[in-house]
């Protein structure tokens, strides 16, 4: 298999789930959008050279990064001059009209970003919590621990709503 | 186990009851349902055309001729130190014919280092002698100066060089190579008569040398 192939395979399989880690910790719909298109370059300048068989973990390490990166210097992201990004923006649109997906964010909104990384992660986009502690460096006890805390704080907040 | 059961399991190992764990459970199944957000194919093709696009142009191309690139790299550095040992080297010595080639290149960039080379010769017949090398290798080096300094019409400073480059290497010479190099100074005296009234003098001064010696000697007799 060609490496254009099998990257595109990579592509379509991960690209969503890093879009809305991104957009879930950010609610920038643009800057998740940019994000993921840098993670996802980053990958394929170095895809003849990684491993292929922790992926999963490995792109979403490469999307954390980048995002504690540009927490760190609150810079805007500059995409190459070439690289035209473009955005779906009826996505946007579905996600905001969605009444269950607008509880569900404010809920998520409501945790810390520790707590909040690690529910997307488990909760949303279904990692084992091997993983999400090789994403988040912290050991697996620890991801346990957080997801333990998160469950708890978001019971309380869905319940607060629906009161 | 599937991710709902492991999730349970994970809960309770923390040790809340199973009925809290079920209802902790609950709550991150419906989490779930913001992952069927999905970006639309548009977006996604257009990203991955743009992008293999650029590493075709941008990042294989130059990777392929790395390579190449290193190999020409290291024939250059090999090549320019081979080069500059090469200048130290004498007939016979391996790298003897790269200072030779290294010349003709050198004449062809600089045409007077042509008397340069003049020289070189004398010092390589001097230092043979020196070294007690084949008295062949001598004779040969000799052939090639007197060749270039038939060539060469100029005459200069370095002329006198090499006069006592070869009067150097005749009296550390053995016999038969102090006859062949005697026959060549003899020769360069004709021909650099030719030439200049100051080498004249200087040619009358060693006849004149030599006749004061055989005169004196035939005193002594």
Do not use: C
């Not at chain 1, 994000?35 to 370059?41: D, H, I, N, R």
């Not at chain 1, 070439?82 to 009209?97: G, M, V």
């Not at chain 2, 809960?11 to 459970?25: F, M």
């Not at chain 2, 004398?122 to 040969?140: G, M, S």
Request: hydrophobic share 35%.
């Amino acid at each position: 298999m060609s490496n254009e192939r099998e990257f595109s395979q990579f592509y379509e399989k991960y690209s969503d789930k890093i879009f809305r880690y991104l957009y879930f910790q950010t609610k920038n719909f643009h800057l998740a959008e940019d994000l993921t298109s840098e993670v996802f370059t980053k990958a394929w300048e170095v895809w003849g050279n990684i491993r292929h068989d922790y992926l999963q973990a490995w792109v979403f390490k490469v999307a954390h990064n980048l995002l504690v990166d540009w927490y760190r210097k609150k810079k805007e992201m500059k995409m190459p001059e070439h690289f035209e990004a473009s955005y779906d923006d009826n996505l946007l649109e579905k996600i905001q009209r969605d009444e269950e997906a607008n509880l569900l964010t404010r809920a998520l909104e409501v945790l810390p970003e520790k707590l909040k990384r690690v529910a997307i992660l488990r909760f949303i986009e279904g990692l084992s919590a091997k993983e999400v502690a090789v994403i988040l460096e912290v050991s697996e006890v620890n991801v346990r621990v957080l997801q333990h805390r998160a469950l708890v704080k978001l019971k309380e907040e869905m319940k607060d709503g629906q009161e | 186990m599937d991710k709902n059961n492991q999730l349970l399991k994970e809960l309770l190992i923390r040790g809340i009851s199973p009925a809290e764990a079920e209802q902790l459970a609950y709550f991150a199944r419906k989490f779930s349902y913001l992952s069927t957000f999905e970006r639309s194919e548009s977006v996604k093709t257009h990203f991955l055309e743009k992008l293999t696009r650029r590493k075709e142009k941008v990042i294989w191309w130059p990777r392929m001729f790395v390579p190449a690139m290193a190999f020409v790299i290291v024939l250059l550095v090999l090549g320019a130190g081979t080069v500059v040992a090469s200048q130290k080297s004498l007939p016979g010595e391996p790298l003897y014919p790269v200072k030779r080639l290294s010349e003709k290149v050198g004449v062809i960039v600089k045409p007077d280092f042509e008397q340069q080379i003049i020289v070189r010769r004398t010092e390589e017949v001097r230092d043979l002698v020196e070294k007690k090398e084949e008295p062949d290798l001598v004779r040969k080096t000799l052939e090639d100066f007197s060749q270039k300094r038939k060539k060469s019409d100029e005459v200069n400073g370095r002329f006198e060089q090499s006069l006592r480059n070869l009067e150097e290497a005749k009296e550390k010479s053995s016999e038969d190579e102090r006859k062949q190099i005697e026959n060549v100074l003899e020769r360069l005296d004709d021909g650099h008569d030719e030439n200049g009234e100051e080498v004249k003098g200087e040619k009358s001064e060693k006849k004149g040398n030599s006749e004061d010696r055989s005169r004196s000697s035939g005193q002594e007799d």
